[in-house]
């Protein structure tokens, strides 16, 4: 008796934590939800399914339904089945339909996810198995036979054997998947925005605009210094159609106002820099391997 | 629903997944997807296969009474997200269906003759608005086609002379009645005065008035599938003539067998029943009221005379339930879609063979029937928004070219052009003209 009590509280401090973990990425999230996941941002539907077979296969409720307000419900809806799990209310329907939505969340924004995105899910899984809301819970869920927590660790153990093929351990990318771009220990590529007027003169949009332009490490940040951008921007290289996608993102969502007539894009390493990309403020994009756009990708 | 999932199965994988006519790259392009499809949350054929199983199964569910009040609204979810994932080979019998299963969910019909109800037949009441509205959506219906078809096409009894022409639409067998136009100028007639006042004889509060305007309608339309491809749309108002059936049928020596054959069937099936008596509140009701009263607006608002009855931000309302409706039919006859398409394509190896119509090598005179490779009443509607659309053409001419690579392995298609071989229907059935038209040519990769 005592011992299944001590069990059961075990995990219910790990049902409240995984649930917290959940509801502080999405609020990570939250500054970003336009960029990534509206059709006026980097992610379109429409490219996810197109340009990435893992995007065409990839399930995600937000697939479903092309109204605007569409995205903005599910992610309310995947708060407060975080919520529910976190304070333990009828886990046998809040822990599957978060596991849902903390999916679709993912495969909806393929492109700008880590590691810590993966285990997450993992962990969820395994939880669903698990009679973790036996304590400290605002309404159990209907008692289940079994040993649960058994089969819940296996399936823990089952997933992380097959996470280790991940494509993002064995690339050269692999510290970055697992830790993230500002955790890379040596040089991967960066994107430095630089600013043009009318006059040609150039300087840092993410910086101070009265000094000349540098493609330092330090300069990379994109606008809304975002970890999520800095994870999309580091795909950029694998698919030249993302490029163009931020960019007209970026032009939806940021006011640079008038001064700006252009923007040219940088890819940096520690080796040096060349012009990645040159997309006009106003008026039409140019079509990709044009003159004034060099094209994207590596 | 087993009937229509039938009848989609096999063109599941040309109009259904990212390989077909209708990739999900084009909804998203053009913001069609106004319903949270199940269809369209991946395009992984696998996870599509599961579905289709898992829809089969929850109809087979809902005919058993089995979790009813679960089933009904898969049943309708699924239906809808399946009709709305392919919303070009829509017909008004995929309206009945989904308008049918939207209303039913508020019914109480897993209490009797089901597995929730133990297999027993109850005396059950069914009252209220949402039996009500159940009576009045096949009345709005006709009534509504009605008021479509007061047009000089119809009034001037021409429809059939031109619809029957039409090979998109008509069967061969259609044909046969096209020598005789007082025929069909009285059939055009006798459906549109029967269109008029056969509601009122579904309504009647004579039981045998009743019956008799049943079966004058289940006949009506089981005759039009006899000689038009309209596929599920010959028997699907039947279902809602259920609902205005006298008790004295029911209660006759052959409507008891059938009710005793039902117990005996559903008494054998080892299920646990899930009992659930559940009648929706009065606010719920009155709600269904109101949603009936917007969707018979909105399906008003279709004639251009009327125009726009309800503001454009509320459409999200009809999307969403499954309930857009649409019930003008050949108004517009004298122009109506015939002919026959061609899709032409040269093989690398240099062979030309017709991708559409499966002819090898391609002919361009007229095909016995339309749909060759893939016949099927799924086809006039997609079709006539596909050759009035250019930005559908190449995914359609993609998809047949995806569709015989795969069924000839090792032919790999070089150029194809997409041509349109138009018949321009008249009166005298025997003069038609034909024009051809190249929609798209080009490398379908």
Request: proline share 7%; charged share 15%; net charge neutral.
């Amino acid at each position: 008796m005592g011992g299944e009590s001590s069990l059961s509280r075990v995990l219910a401090v790990f049902r409240v934590l995984l649930a917290a973990a959940i509801l502080a990425d999405l609020a990570l999230w939250l500054p970003d939800f336009g960029f990534f996941f509206t059709n006026s941002g980097v992610l379109t539907l429409s490219g996810m399914v197109t340009d990435t077979q893992v995007g065409r296969d990839a399930f995600s409720l937000y697939n479903s339904c092309t109204y605007a307000i569409f995205p903005y419900l599910l992610f309310l809806a995947t708060a407060i089945a975080a919520v529910a799990l976190m304070v333990g209310y009828r886990c046998d329907l809040a822990a599957p339909a978060l596991w849902v939505l903390e999916l679709s969340l993912q495969n909806r924004v393929a492109i700008a996810l880590d590691a810590w995105d993966c285990a997450r899910l993992i962990t969820l899984s395994a939880g669903l198995l698990m009679p973790w809301d036996r304590a400290w819970a605002l309404r159990p869920s209907p008692r289940r036979a079994g040993h649960g927590w058994v089969a819940g660790l296996l399936l823990l153990a089952v997933w992380g054997a097959t996470l280790l093929p991940h494509p993002g351990w064995v690339e050269d990318a692999a510290a970055f998947f697992a830790l993230g771009p500002r955790a890379h220990p040596t040089a991967d590529y960066w994107y430095v925005l630089v600013g043009v007027n009318k006059e040609g003169r150039r300087w840092n949009l993410h910086g101070h605009g009265d000094r000349e332009p540098e493609f330092s490490r330090a300069s990379s940040c994109p606008l809304g210094d975002s970890y999520r951008e800095q994870l999309y921007l580091a795909g950029l290289r694998q698919d030249r159609n993302w490029g163009l996608r931020y960019w007209l993102a970026f032009r939806y969502f940021v006011d640079l106002g008038d001064r700006v007539r252009s923007v040219e894009v940088y890819q940096c390493q520690a080796s040096g820099h060349r012009l990645f990309a040159r997309w006009p403020m106003h008026g039409e994009i140019p079509p990709q391997g044009s003159a004034t756009s060099p094209g994207n990708g590596g | 629903m087993l009937a229509d999932l039938a009848t989609r199965i096999p063109l599941f994988r040309i109009h259904y997944t990212d390989d077909g006519v209708l990739p999900r790259q084009l909804l998203y392009d053009n913001d069609a997807l106004t319903f949270p499809s199940a269809y369209a949350m991946s395009g992984w054929e696998p996870y599509l296969g599961l579905l289709l199983l898992v829809h089969a199964l929850v109809a087979v569910g809902l005919a058993l009474g089995y979790r009813t009040r679960l089933c009904s609204f898969l049943s309708w979810y699924l239906t809808v997200s399946l009709q709305e994932r392919m919303f070009m080979a829509n017909n008004g019998g995929d309206k009945v269906l989904s308008s049918l299963l939207f209303w039913s969910m508020f019914l109480p019909w897993g209490e009797a003759l089901s597995v929730d109800a133990g297999g027993r037949g109850r005396e059950g009441k069914a009252g209220g608005a949402v039996c009500a509205i159940l009576l009045m959506q096949p009345v709005m219906m006709y009534w509504v086609s009605v008021f479509h078809k007061m047009e000089p096409i119809w009034l001037r009894g021409e429809v059939l002379s031109y619809a029957l022409q039409s090979d998109f639409y008509a069967y061969p067998l259609a044909r046969t009645l096209l020598p005789y136009p007082l025929v069909l100028k009285v059939l055009s007639y006798a459906t549109l005065l029967w269109e008029i006042v056969g509601p009122v004889f579904l309504l009647s509060p004579r039981p045998r008035i009743r019956a008799f305007g049943c079966a004058a309608f289940v006949v009506m339309h089981l005759g039009f599938g006899v000689f038009l491809r309209i596929g599920i749309f010959a028997f699907t108002p039947g279902l809602y003539m259920l609902a205005f059936l006298p008790s004295w049928i029911w209660e006759s020596r052959p409507g008891r067998s059938v009710l005793a054959g039902t117990e005996r069937a559903l008494g054998r099936v080892r299920l646990a029943p899930h009992p659930s008596a559940w009648a929706p509140p009065r606010q719920v009701q009155a709600a269904l009221v109101a949603l009936f009263v917007y969707v018979t607006a909105i399906a008003l608002s279709q004639d251009p005379r009327i125009g726009r009855l309800t503001p454009p931000r509320l459409d999200c309302i009809a999307n969403l339930t499954g309930l857009y409706q649409r019930w003008s039919v050949f108004i517009d006859a004298p122009h109506i879609f015939d002919g026959w398409l061609v899709v032409e394509a040269r093989l690398a190896d240099g062979r030309e063979v017709d991708l559409f119509q499966g002819h090898e090598p391609s002919r361009w005179g007229k095909p016995e029937t339309p749909y060759h490779r893939h016949d099927s009443f799924r086809w006039p509607t997609p079709l006539v928004v596909i050759t009035g659309n250019k930005q559908y053409q190449k995914p359609f001419v993609r998809a047949l070219r995806l569709d015989w690579e795969r069924d000839h392995p090792g032919d790999e298609v070089v150029w194809a052009t997409l041509m349109l071989f138009q018949e321009n229907p008249h009166l005298d059935y025997h003069a038609t003209t034909v024009e051809r038209t190249v929609l798209w040519e080009g490398n379908p990769r």
